[in-house]
C-alpha cells in the first residue's frame, strides 16, 4: 500500500464534513475539479473507495469512516500545535462558531457574547442566529444551542435546563377577553409566536401527569421578539414565548399570565448545547463552552421561576 499522506486524510475530514464536494471546495478555496482529483488519488494509495457520491451528498464507505477518524486525531493535532504557539503570547485565541435560537441568543447571551469578546479580544466569534433546526456539519458551526426533547444520539449534548412556554397577554387585552382555563382555547385565539418555516405548530401542554395536544393557527408569527411584544402590546392577541423571553414583563407587571397551571411546551422540552464527539475543541471553545454553560443554566432556573405552575 502507498504510504498514506497526511494531508490527503484532513482533506477527506473536510469532504465529509461539508457533505459534499462543491462545499468542501468552497471552504478550502480550490476549484471542485481539484478536490475530486486529491480523493481519487487517497482512494487510489489506499486501493478502496472511501465515499460513495449521491446527487446531493458524499457519505463515508466502512473504510471512509475508519480513515475519518484518524483524520480528524491528526487536525485536531494540528490545531492543538497552533494552539501552543498561540498561548505561548497572553490571552486566549481561535475561533468560535456558534449557532443559537434567536430569542435565546437576543434575550439571553446577546450582552454575555459582548462581555465575552471584550474579555478575549484574541479570539473571533462566529455567532449564527437561527431558529433552524439543523444538523452541527450543514451549520458549520462548533457548538449549537438548541431546543428538543431528545437530543441526537449522534451528537454530544448538555443541558441547559428545562424550557417552558408562557401563554400571556397585555392586562388590558385579558380584562377585554375572557378565557377558559384550557389548553384548548388557544385554538381558537388570535395567537403571536415564534414560527419554524417548514413545521406545523402543535403545543404540549402537562398537569401532573395529564398531556394534551393542541393544533396552533397563529395570527402572526415573527422571529423578531421586539416585534412581537409590541402587537401583545397594542392589543393584538396571546403571545406564546419560551419563559426567558417574557421573564422580565412578566414580573415587571407589563403582561399578564394565562394557563398557569399547565406546563406548556411547542419544540422541545429542554435547552442543550450540542457538538460532534469527535471533533478537537480548542481552549478558546472549551473556556467559552464552560462559561456558556454557567450562564444558561443559571437564567434558565431564573425564568423558570416566573409563573411556574404548582
Known amino acids: 500500500m502507498t504510504p498514506l499522506d497526511a494531508s490527503a486524510l484532513t482533506l477527506l475530514v473536510d469532504i465529509l464534513d461539508a457533505g459534499n464536494l462543491s462545499q468542501a471546495a468552497r471552504k478550502l478555496k480550490m476549484t471542485r475539479a481539484n478536490v475530486s482529483y486529491h480523493l481519487n488519488q487517497l482512494?487510489?494509495?489506499?486501493?478502496?473507495?472511501?465515499?460513495?457520491?449521491?446527487t446531493r451528498r458524499v457519505e463515508p464507505t466502512e473504510a471512509g469512516l475508519r480513515l475519518l477518524q484518524h483524520g480528524r486525531a491528526i487536525q485536531g493535532e494540528l490545531t492543538a500545535a497552533q494552539e501552543a504557539l498561540a498561548s505561548l503570547g497572553q490571552g486566549l485565541h481561535g475561533r468560535v462558531r456558534?449557532?443559537?435560537?434567536?430569542?435565546?441568543?437576543?434575550?439571553?447571551?446577546?450582552?454575555w457574547l459582548i462581555d465575552f469578546k471584550r474579555r478575549h479580544p484574541g479570539i473571533v466569534l462566529d455567532v449564527l442566529f437561527d431558529n433552524r433546526v439543523d444538523d452541527l456539519l450543514r451549520d458549520e458551526v462548533d457548538l449549537a444551542v438548541r431546543v428538543m426533547s431528545e437530543p441526537p444520539p449522534t451528537l454530544v449534548a448538555h443541558t441547559l435546563g428545562p424550557v417552558r412556554h408562557v401563554a400571556c397577554a397585555a392586562p388590558h387585552w385579558i380584562a377585554a377577553n375572557p378565557m377558559a382555563l384550557e389548553p384548548e382555547a388557544l385554538s381558537q385565539a388570535p395567537v403571536l409566536t415564534a414560527g419554524v418555516s417548514g413545521r406545523s405548530?402543535?403545543?404540549?401542554?402537562?398537569?401532573?401527569?395529564?398531556?394534551?395536544?393542541?393544533?396552533?393557527?397563529?395570527?402572526?408569527?415573527?422571529?423578531?421578539?421586539?416585534?412581537?411584544?409590541?402587537?401583545?402590546?397594542?392589543?393584538?392577541?396571546?403571545?406564546?414565548?419560551?419563559d426567558y423571553v417574557v421573564a422580565a414583563d412578566v414580573a415587571a407587571g407589563r403582561l399578564g399570565l394565562l394557563l398557569t397551571d399547565w406546563r406548556l411546551s411547542i419544540f422541545g422540552t429542554h435547552m442543550v448545547v450540542l457538538h460532534m464527539p469527535d471533533r478537537y475543541q480548542t481552549r478558546a471553545i472549551r473556556t467559552f463552552l464552560d462559561e456558556l454553560l454557567a450562564l444558561g443554566r443559571t437564567r434558565l432556573a431564573e425564568a423558570a421561576q416566573v409563573g411556574a405552575p404548582a
Open 43 to 54: 482512494e487510489r494509495a489506499v486501493g478502496m473507495q472511501l465515499v460513495r457520491r449521491t
Open 98 to 111: 456558534l449557532g443559537v435560537p434567536t430569542g435565546f441568543g437576543q434575550v439571553v447571551l446577546a450582552p
Open 201 to 242: 405548530l402543535r403545543l404540549a401542554a402537562y398537569r401532573g401527569s395529564e398531556r394534551r395536544e393542541v393544533a396552533l393557527e397563529p395570527t402572526l408569527t415573527s422571529e423578531n421578539f421586539q416585534f412581537l411584544h409590541q402587537a401583545v402590546d397594542a392589543g393584538l392577541g396571546i403571545e406564546l414565548l419560551p
